[in-house]
């Protein structure tokens, strides 16, 4: 399996993620059998959040390290400091809780990586950084990055953490996918879009895309006139995107592929390192989306699929 090299790590960390949305214990079985196909392709990053099926999830998860005995060869990437009903929650109690409740349910001493779920601009970006730092220097945290936030802060801590001698954000998760956002999927939420792409191309920040084939919008079950699933018409029904979803089932035609493999390919094949956090629950899933992740496009075809220009 690819992989992408993100600073903090000493190792390097697969191109495919897979996601843990629906992990939970009641469901043991089905997620020791979904993380143990997953490594036997190759894989070694599993990506959850404290929020995950209300805790649940890091919980399957930590059940599965102390079972199989892996930790070391598995790489966390868990996420915290989600809004609650009550508002935002980046301030140090809630980082400091969130992420000690979640190595406690992980069953580890240390989280590979981490991210803030999301932003509070509210929030001196000094503030959040000195916070985490303090996480890295007790090894309880190797390297920090973000998670629906917008370039333009990540950039400001980032210049903060350079003139402080502290370490900064070193990868963020966005969704990136073939098909646009009209609106955010989740509140809150942040979708890369032609500028924001073109600053992780200037500063090749690692980008983890979450829905990287837009919650199933590339599934062949869906079309123009089926406006069954309402979060779907919400976000990505619009003209823009079944052009681009005609021209991903063309390409797929040339290339022998699917048109799910097509819309993961494109987002594996950006100027600039990418991983996709990917939800596969049977091996013919895992097997499409390893598939996928091997198919190479030019620059060309990237920037056909997406805007319809003439491919070289």
Partial sequence: MKTINIKGLDKPITTLIQGSDYFKPDIYETVSTVLDRYLALGGNIIDTAYGYSRGQSEVAIGMWLEER????????LTKGA??????????????????????????????DLYALHRD?????????????????????????????????????????????????????????????????????????????CAWHEETQMPLLSWSSQARGFFTGHFTPEDRSNED????????????????????????????????????????????????????EELNSCYEGANIPLTREEVEWLEHGKVRV
């Fill in 82 to 111: 989600h809004p609650d009903p009550n508002g935002p929650r980046v301030n140090r109690e809630c980082i400091n809780n969130d992420l000690s409740v979640s190595l406690e349910r992980l069953k580890t001493d240390y989280i």
């Fill in 232 to 283: 779907l018409v919400r976000v990505f029904y619009s003209d823009a995107n079944w052009e681009r979803y005609d021209r991903a089932e063309q390409l797929a035609k040339e290339k022998n592929v699917t048109l799910i493999q097509i819309a993961l390919a494109y987002v594996l094949n950006q100027p600039f390192p990418t991983c996709a956090v990917i939800g596969p629950r049977n091996e």
């Fill in 120 to 196: 509070d601009p509210n929030v001196p970006v000094s503030t959040i950084i000195d916070i985490l730092n303090e996480h890295i220097e007790a090894g309880r945290i190797k390297a920090i990055g973000v998670s629906n936030w917008t370039t333009k802060r990540i950039q400001e801590a980032n210049e903060y953490a350079t003139a402080n001698n502290k370490i900064g954000f070193t990868f963020n998760s966005p969704n990136l996918s073939l098909a646009k956002a009209k609106e955010p999927y989740f509140p809150g939420s942040i979708s890369a879009d032609k500028e924001y």
């Fill in 69 to 76: 005995n892996n930790r070391e060869d598995v790489i966390i």
